[in-house]
Antibody, heavy 119, light 107 residues
Framework: EVQLVQSGAEVKKPGESLKISCKGS????????IGWVRQMPGKGLEWMGI????????RYSPSFQGQVTISADKSISTVYVQWSNLKASDTAMYYC????????????WGRGTPVTVAS | DIQMTQSPSTLSASVGDRVTITCRAS??????LAWYQQKPGKAPKLLIY???SLESGVPSRFSGTGSGTEFTLTISSLQPDDFATYYC?????????FGQGTKVEIK
Protein backbone atom coordinates (compact mmCIF):
# COMPACT_ATOMS: atom_id res chain seq x y z
CA GLU A 1 0.00 0.00 0.00
CA VAL A 2 1.26 3.43 -0.93
CA GLN A 3 1.23 5.56 2.20
CA LEU A 4 2.88 8.22 4.31
CA VAL A 5 3.03 7.39 8.01
CA GLN A 6 3.63 10.28 10.37
CA SER A 7 4.97 10.28 13.91
CA GLY A 8 2.63 10.73 16.82
CA ALA A 9 1.22 13.71 18.67
CA GLU A 10 3.62 16.00 20.49
CA VAL A 11 3.17 18.30 23.49
CA LYS A 12 6.03 20.70 24.08
CA LYS A 13 6.88 23.85 26.00
CA PRO A 14 7.90 27.15 24.41
CA GLY A 15 11.61 27.25 23.69
CA GLU A 16 11.93 23.49 23.30
CA SER A 17 13.07 21.74 20.16
CA LEU A 18 11.12 19.18 18.16
CA LYS A 19 11.57 16.90 15.16
CA ILE A 20 8.61 15.10 13.60
CA SER A 21 8.79 12.49 10.88
CA CYS A 22 7.03 11.11 7.85
CA LYS A 23 7.86 7.67 6.47
CA GLY A 24 6.92 6.72 2.95
CA SER A 25 6.22 3.20 1.78
CA UNK A 26 4.85 1.34 -1.21
CA UNK A 27 6.54 3.52 -3.80
CA UNK A 28 9.97 4.69 -4.92
CA UNK A 29 10.55 7.09 -2.03
CA UNK A 30 13.66 8.78 -3.42
CA UNK A 31 11.94 9.68 -6.68
CA UNK A 32 9.13 11.87 -5.33
CA UNK A 33 9.21 15.25 -3.63
CA ILE A 34 7.60 15.42 -0.20
CA GLY A 35 6.21 18.59 1.31
CA TRP A 36 5.05 19.76 4.71
CA VAL A 37 1.76 21.60 5.18
CA ARG A 38 0.67 23.42 8.33
CA GLN A 39 -2.90 23.79 9.50
CA MET A 40 -3.37 25.94 12.54
CA PRO A 41 -6.46 25.28 14.68
CA GLY A 42 -9.58 26.18 12.73
CA LYS A 43 -7.56 27.61 9.86
CA GLY A 44 -6.56 26.75 6.31
CA LEU A 45 -3.64 24.97 4.69
CA GLU A 46 -0.20 26.58 4.45
CA TRP A 47 2.66 25.22 2.39
CA MET A 48 5.82 25.14 4.50
CA GLY A 49 8.44 23.60 2.28
CA ILE A 50 9.38 20.65 0.16
CA UNK A 51 12.29 18.24 -0.17
CA UNK A 52 13.48 15.76 -2.79
CA UNK A 53 14.78 12.78 -0.80
CA UNK A 54 16.95 11.63 -3.69
CA UNK A 55 19.41 14.49 -3.25
CA UNK A 56 17.90 16.48 -0.32
CA UNK A 57 17.18 19.49 -2.55
CA UNK A 58 14.98 21.61 -0.28
CA ARG A 59 12.81 24.65 -0.86
CA TYR A 60 11.09 26.69 1.82
CA SER A 61 8.12 28.99 1.62
CA PRO A 62 9.17 32.53 2.55
CA SER A 63 7.01 32.50 5.68
CA PHE A 64 8.78 29.41 7.00
CA GLN A 65 12.36 30.08 5.86
CA GLY A 66 14.56 30.19 8.95
CA GLN A 67 11.72 28.99 11.18
CA VAL A 68 11.95 25.27 10.45
CA THR A 69 14.42 22.81 8.96
CA ILE A 70 13.30 20.11 6.56
CA SER A 71 15.52 17.08 6.04
CA ALA A 72 15.39 13.57 4.66
CA ASP A 73 17.03 10.18 5.21
CA LYS A 74 16.42 8.21 2.06
CA SER A 75 17.99 5.10 3.58
CA ILE A 76 14.94 4.78 5.84
CA SER A 77 12.45 6.50 3.50
CA THR A 78 11.78 9.26 5.99
CA VAL A 79 11.52 13.03 5.89
CA TYR A 80 11.55 15.34 8.86
CA VAL A 81 10.65 18.85 9.91
CA GLN A 82 12.29 20.29 12.98
CA TRP A 83 12.08 23.34 15.18
CA SER A 84 14.86 24.58 17.45
CA ASN A 85 12.85 27.10 19.46
CA LEU A 86 9.14 26.32 19.57
CA LYS A 87 6.57 29.04 20.07
CA ALA A 88 2.95 28.82 21.10
CA SER A 89 2.10 29.92 17.55
CA ASP A 90 3.62 26.65 16.25
CA THR A 91 0.62 24.81 17.68
CA ALA A 92 -0.94 23.18 14.65
CA MET A 93 -1.54 20.01 12.69
CA TYR A 94 1.35 19.23 10.39
CA TYR A 95 0.78 17.11 7.31
CA CYS A 96 3.36 15.57 5.06
CA UNK A 97 2.21 15.44 1.48
CA UNK A 98 3.51 13.90 -1.72
CA UNK A 99 3.00 15.76 -4.98
CA UNK A 100 2.12 13.73 -8.01
CA UNK A 101 5.19 12.79 -10.06
CA UNK A 102 5.91 15.49 -12.61
CA UNK A 103 3.28 17.83 -11.22
CA UNK A 104 2.73 19.65 -7.98
CA UNK A 105 -0.78 18.79 -6.89
CA UNK A 106 -0.84 16.50 -3.86
CA UNK A 107 -2.12 13.01 -4.45
CA UNK A 108 -0.92 11.43 -1.20
CA TRP A 109 -1.25 12.83 2.31
CA GLY A 110 -0.10 11.64 5.71
CA ARG A 111 -2.68 11.58 8.49
CA GLY A 112 -1.06 14.52 10.24
CA THR A 113 0.95 15.09 13.41
CA PRO A 114 -0.70 17.37 15.99
CA VAL A 115 1.78 19.59 17.79
CA THR A 116 0.80 21.52 20.91
CA VAL A 117 3.13 24.12 22.37
CA ALA A 118 2.02 25.40 25.74
CA SER A 119 3.59 26.39 29.01
CA ASP B 1 3.47 34.47 -3.47
CA ILE B 2 0.38 33.93 -5.61
CA GLN B 3 -2.74 34.68 -3.57
CA MET B 4 -5.71 32.36 -3.94
CA THR B 5 -9.07 33.76 -2.84
CA GLN B 6 -12.11 31.54 -2.44
CA SER B 7 -15.72 32.58 -2.18
CA PRO B 8 -17.86 32.17 -0.30
CA SER B 9 -16.09 31.33 2.95
CA THR B 10 -19.14 29.44 4.16
CA LEU B 11 -22.00 28.03 2.18
CA SER B 12 -25.24 26.60 3.58
CA ALA B 13 -26.98 24.10 1.34
CA SER B 14 -29.35 21.16 1.37
CA VAL B 15 -28.95 17.64 0.08
CA GLY B 16 -29.65 17.66 -3.64
CA ASP B 17 -28.61 21.28 -4.16
CA ARG B 18 -26.22 22.36 -6.88
CA VAL B 19 -23.25 24.04 -5.22
CA THR B 20 -20.58 26.24 -6.78
CA ILE B 21 -17.37 27.46 -5.15
CA THR B 22 -15.17 30.08 -6.79
CA CYS B 23 -11.40 30.43 -6.58
CA ARG B 24 -9.51 33.45 -7.92
CA ALA B 25 -5.77 33.68 -8.39
CA SER B 26 -3.82 36.92 -8.05
CA UNK B 27 -2.08 36.18 -11.36
CA UNK B 28 -2.24 33.63 -14.14
CA UNK B 29 -1.53 30.07 -12.98
CA UNK B 30 -1.49 28.46 -16.42
CA UNK B 31 -4.35 26.10 -15.53
CA UNK B 32 -2.38 24.40 -12.78
CA LEU B 33 -5.20 24.28 -10.25
CA ALA B 34 -6.37 21.54 -7.91
CA TRP B 35 -9.29 21.12 -5.52
CA TYR B 36 -9.28 19.23 -2.23
CA GLN B 37 -11.94 18.17 0.24
CA GLN B 38 -11.22 18.06 3.95
CA LYS B 39 -13.43 16.64 6.66
CA PRO B 40 -12.92 17.43 10.37
CA GLY B 41 -9.95 15.61 11.84
CA LYS B 42 -8.89 14.19 8.48
CA ALA B 43 -6.23 14.96 5.94
CA PRO B 44 -7.31 16.70 2.74
CA LYS B 45 -8.29 14.52 -0.19
CA LEU B 46 -7.58 15.34 -3.82
CA LEU B 47 -10.73 15.79 -5.90
CA ILE B 48 -9.67 17.53 -9.11
CA TYR B 49 -6.38 18.52 -10.75
CA UNK B 50 -5.50 20.60 -13.79
CA UNK B 51 -8.78 22.53 -13.42
CA UNK B 52 -11.11 19.74 -14.49
CA SER B 53 -9.45 16.31 -14.31
CA LEU B 54 -11.26 14.11 -11.81
CA GLU B 55 -9.06 12.07 -9.50
CA SER B 56 -9.69 8.34 -9.65
CA GLY B 57 -12.54 7.27 -7.42
CA VAL B 58 -14.05 10.75 -7.05
CA PRO B 59 -17.78 10.83 -7.86
CA SER B 60 -18.76 12.43 -11.15
CA ARG B 61 -21.02 14.94 -9.37
CA PHE B 62 -17.81 16.91 -8.76
CA SER B 63 -16.56 19.01 -11.64
CA GLY B 64 -14.14 21.86 -12.19
CA THR B 65 -14.01 24.64 -14.75
CA GLY B 66 -12.22 27.88 -15.37
CA SER B 67 -9.20 29.47 -16.96
CA GLY B 68 -6.73 32.27 -16.43
CA THR B 69 -7.34 33.46 -12.91
CA GLU B 70 -10.92 32.35 -12.15
CA PHE B 71 -11.97 28.81 -11.42
CA THR B 72 -14.99 26.99 -10.04
CA LEU B 73 -15.74 23.73 -8.31
CA THR B 74 -19.30 22.49 -8.78
CA ILE B 75 -21.11 19.73 -6.95
CA SER B 76 -24.10 18.91 -9.13
CA SER B 77 -26.26 17.32 -6.45
CA LEU B 78 -24.99 17.67 -2.90
CA GLN B 79 -24.86 14.43 -0.94
CA PRO B 80 -24.61 13.95 2.84
CA ASP B 81 -20.97 12.87 2.47
CA ASP B 82 -20.08 16.18 0.76
CA PHE B 83 -20.47 18.41 3.82
CA ALA B 84 -16.86 19.42 4.32
CA THR B 85 -14.36 22.18 3.68
CA TYR B 86 -13.00 22.63 0.17
CA TYR B 87 -9.66 24.17 -0.80
CA CYS B 88 -8.23 25.22 -4.11
CA UNK B 89 -4.48 25.15 -4.70
CA UNK B 90 -2.32 26.61 -7.43
CA UNK B 91 0.68 24.56 -8.42
CA UNK B 92 2.12 26.79 -11.09
CA UNK B 93 4.55 28.79 -8.98
CA UNK B 94 6.31 27.83 -5.78
CA UNK B 95 5.13 28.13 -2.99
CA UNK B 96 2.06 26.22 -4.11
CA UNK B 97 -0.50 28.27 -2.24
CA PHE B 98 -3.97 27.26 -1.11
CA GLY B 99 -7.16 29.24 -0.91
CA GLN B 100 -8.52 29.95 2.56
CA GLY B 101 -11.20 27.30 2.25
CA THR B 102 -14.96 27.12 1.76
CA LYS B 103 -16.99 25.31 4.37
CA VAL B 104 -20.12 23.63 3.01
CA GLU B 105 -22.66 23.35 5.83
CA ILE B 106 -26.05 21.72 6.15
CA LYS B 107 -28.85 24.23 5.69
Amino acid sequence: EVQLVQSGAEVKKPGESLKISCKGSGYSFSSYWIGWVRQMPGKGLEWMGIIYPGDSDTRYSPSFQGQVTISADKSISTVYVQWSNLKASDTAMYYCARPSRGYWYIDLWGRGTPVTVAS
Amino acid sequence: DIQMTQSPSTLSASVGDRVTITCRASQSINNWLAWYQQKPGKAPKLLIYKISSLESGVPSRFSGTGSGTEFTLTISSLQPDDFATYYCQQYDTYPYTFGQGTKVEIK
